[in-house]
């Protein structure tokens, strides 16, 4: 744009030209001028291209530093994550998920990065040594998860150990695991003898389903890790709860708090339980009274997915909520209930998280080049098969990780291919990117939850995560993909509280875990004050 003034005066003196200068002032002049001119193309073409070569975790640490008040914190928040959101030219706008279609389109072409990426530092908790190999110790009544490295409906062998061996066989080829069915009846379908290969991303810490009456017989080929922990009853950790005001989420948290307040009572004063807090990133809702609340803002443009607040709640926690005393935090969700007192599985102060068997970034190479850049196909393979909760973590770790979380799962978000790739499940993904970013490891630990009805056992299971539907017949047996004649499913009470006395499951019914649940919520429903009351009205729900 022209100046003005210039404008102004060529208007003025248009009739006449102005005094020609002398030769050499005058190329003393078109010097200076040219020294000015090239010093501010350079100004502004630094200030034009900071936010491309700025990173996320600069800009997230000067907004930090500078800002602290409530709606300061939230328009902060949310400058941030748009500016930092993935390193490329253009910053999409978010655009509304479309209608549900047999064929969704196919995703826009991921964006080009603007400037040639830097390999990651070295994660120094990443187990880099090789596992060692170990003898044949099945595990009965155990079945491995794992992608499959040889299918075993028609690979049958007469004995366990033979399987094993053609695991250790196949090692080269990526073996870890071997499933046998020694079954006379066969197992799920397979006959007796049947012999699966599986590889799983941690060998040294073999994970599956456990109960007494699975059919199948497992085992690694490599020697595994303690997943107990140091067993230190000093570390005590707080629970951190993170929801918003809605009914649905009210009434687990309340039946979560009841139980956890009665296993910590369990344990007694030298157990590592302490303190709980529930974070709510909303207004509030009353169950401040019940439970020990901290209110943050919730934020401010979720992208059509309300989890998206979730980590956002997590760094406000270290931001406006009271300092807690313990230095370990149990990231938790509310359809958590513990049924037993909770250890600390922590092994000195490296985090310790569930495996997620559908956690596999591994499959999704280029969606995960494109948030790391520079990370190898073997570096994917060792990342955390974990989500955001529930995990032990040090409080320190928790505060650095929270706001490259909180980024990165927005990215994640606005970005076509990662939301179709992932989904529902995108912000648990950005937790397991921004860890690797910032070289935090998780060892795993599979008895922090069972997840019925797939877990049918209480076993060494301490909690239950009760996300998946559970439905069964009139004669107990189960009906996946169906719905039960009885039915237990907390979605179907997205808008009101269970009834005081769910049903019991049917007498046929042999999944332990399912009747553990059902007493659970009843007991809490039973001892906890008026059960349905919400905004001032009575909602409860009838069982189906």
């Known amino acids: 744009m022209k100046d003005p003034l210039v404008n102004r ?83 999409r706008a978010y655009e509304s998920p479309p209608s549900p279609s047999p064929s969704p389109p196919s995703p826009s072409p991921p964006p080009r990065t603007a400037v040639a990426a830097k390999k ?36 049958i062998l007469d004995t366990a150990e033979a399987c094993h061996d053609a695991c250790v066989e196949h090692k080269s080829k990526g073996c870890t695991t071997f499933v046998w069915c020694g079954d006379e009846n066969g197992c799920s379908g397979q006959k007796k003898g049947s012999c699966w290969l599986k590889r799983q991303p941690r060998p040294r810490t073999m994970a599956g389903a456990n109960d007494a009456s699975n059919p199948w017989t497992s085992g ?16 005590k950790f707080h629970v951190v709860l993170t929801t918003n005001k809605a009914v649905y989420q009210g009434w687990q948290a309340r039946v979560m708090y009841y139980h956890f307040k009665k296993q910590k009572e369990a344990q007694g004063p030298d157990g590592p339980m302490g303190g709980f807090t529930r974070v709510l990133h909303d207004d509030y809702d009353g169950l401040e009274k019940e439970i020990p609340t901290c209110k943050v803002d919730r934020l401010e443009d979720e992208l059509g997915f ?30 958590h209930v513990y ?47 974990i989500g955001s909760s529930p995990v032990f973590i040090h409080k320190r770790d928790l505060k650095r990780l929270a706001p490259e979380w909180a980024s990165m799962s927005v990215a994640l978000q606005k970005d076509p291919e990662a939301k179709a790739a992932w989904g529902w499940v995108i912000e648990m993904y950005g937790y397991t990117l921004a860890a690797w970013k910032l070289g935090i490891h998780h060892d795993l630990r599979p008895q922090m939850q069972s997840q019925p009805p797939w877990d049918k056992s209480v076993g060494d299971f301490i909690s239950i995560h009760f996300t998946y539907g559970m439905d069964y017949d009139a004669q107990g047996a189960f009906t996946p993909g169906k719905r ?21 499951p049917p007498e046929g019914m042999d999944n332990e875990l399912v ?12 001892a906890l004050p008026n059960w349905g009351e919400w905004g001032g009205s009575t909602l409860i729900a009838d069982f189906h």
């Open 9 to 91: 005066t060529h208007l003025q003196s248009s009739s006449r030209m102005p005094p020609r200068p002398s030769s050499s002032s005058s190329r003393a002049r078109r010097a200076a001028l040219a020294r000015l001119v090239v010093l501010f193309v350079c100004v502004s073409l630094a200030w034009l291209s900071a936010p491309l070569f700025a990173s996320p975790a600069s800009i997230a640490k000067s907004h930090h530093h500078h800002h602290h008040h409530r709606d300061g914190a939230r328009r902060r928040f949310s400058e941030s994550l748009d500016s930092s959101a993935t390193p490329v030219v253009e910053r």
């Open 306 to 335: 309300v989890v998206l607040s979730r980590p956002f709640a997590f760094v406000q926690f270290f931001e406006k909520c009271p300092e807690i005393k313990e230095d370990y935090i149990l990231m938790a969700e509310p359809d």
């Open 515 to 526: 009747r553990v649940l059902v007493d659970a919520v009843n007991e809490a429903a039973a």
């Open 120 to 155: 990651p530092e070295p994660n120094p908790r990443v187990e880099d040594d090789a596992p060692k190999l170990s003898g044949f110790v099945p595990r009965e009544h155990f079945e491995a998860s794992g992608d499959v490295v040889k299918w075993g409906e028609n690979f």
């Open 220 to 235: 690694s080929i490599y020697e595994q890790d303690s997943i107990d922990g140091d067993g230190d009853p000093s570390k």
């Open 339 to 385: 049924i037993k007192p909770v250890p600390n599985l922590m092994r000195g102060d490296v985090p310790a998280a569930f495996p997620f068997f559908y956690m596999t970034p591994w499959e999704k190479p280029e969606i995960v080049e494109r948030f790391l850049p520079g990370i190898t196909r073997e570096e994917m393979r060792k990342m955390d098969p």
């Open 484 to 504: 039960g004649e009885w039915r237990f499913d907390k979605r179907s009470y997205s808008s009101a509280y269970p009834p005081k006395v769910i049903p019991p």
